[in-house]
Antibody, heavy 116, light 108 residues
């Protein structure tokens, strides 16, 4: 069955960096685009970034552009989100999602807390 | 950027009642790119509807989607206890996603 498992979250000070991973299994990872979506505590869903199946096409939301980098390793069936220069506004649960246009499978999320 | 506005913010209904949730886009969106998700506390979003009206795998037929252009609707024909949750609409034009702010369906 399709599984997406995020890891790498935690508590980090403002200005520091963190890298999230999303391990995929149960499907042919290298044929799907993948997204990161985040949800601040008590708030709605906010799209963060997308990477095409082959990594050639990448887009970011304005709030993270220039600070976050999405990447993938198709040999390891893993998606990444490198987050630099974090601010308190980045505190959220980060979900990875498989996409065929829409997100048909999602991970359970990884909590990132940015606090001094 | 396409902005999605959902209404109402909260819907208070009793089990068995019909729920009608609205999603309005700031510009025309092809039906192909409209989806609806359900999210319960502490859980990931669950895809309910894609292509504006197509139910995802395993979704009960009490859930239906409709609409075109800028106005889209999610209808739950008869609320079951497990349907109380937050519902989000989403557009996925050009692989970039935006979400509505959500509608909470709560027990009256």
């Amino acid at each position: 069955q399709v599984q997406l498992v995020e890891s790498g979250g935690g508590v980090v000070q403002p200005g520091r960096s963190l890298r999230l991973s999303c391990a995929a299994s149960g499907f042919t990872f290298h044929t799907y685009a993948m997204h990161w979506v985040r949800q601040a505590p008590g708030k709605g869903l906010e799209w963060v970034a997308v990477i095409s199946f082959d990594g050639d096409n990448i887009y970011y939301s304005d709030p993270v552009k220039g600070r976050f980098t999405i990447s993938r390793d198709n040999s390891k069936n893993t998606l990444y989100l490198q987050m630099n220069n974090l601010t308190t506004e980045d505190t959220a649960v980060y979900f990875c999602a498989r996409a065929r246009g829409v997100g048909d499978y999602w991970g359970q999320g990884s909590l990132v807390t940015v606090s001094s | 950027e396409i902005v999605l506005t959902q209404s109402p913010g909260t819907l208070s209904l009793s089990p068995g009642e019909r729920a009608t949730l609205s999603c309005r886009a700031s510009q025309r969106v092809s039906d192909t790119y409209i989806a609806w998700y359900q999210q319960k506390p502490g859980q990931a979003p669950r895809l309910l509807i894609y292509g504006a009206s197509r139910r995802a795998t395993g979704i009960p037929d009490r859930f239906s989607g409709s609409g075109s252009g800028t106005d889209f609707t999610l209808t739950i024909s008869r609320l079951e206890p497990e349907d109380y949750a937050v519902y989000y609409c989403q557009q996925s034009t050009s692989s970039l996603w935006t979400f509505g702010q959500g509608t909470r369906v709560e027990v009256k």
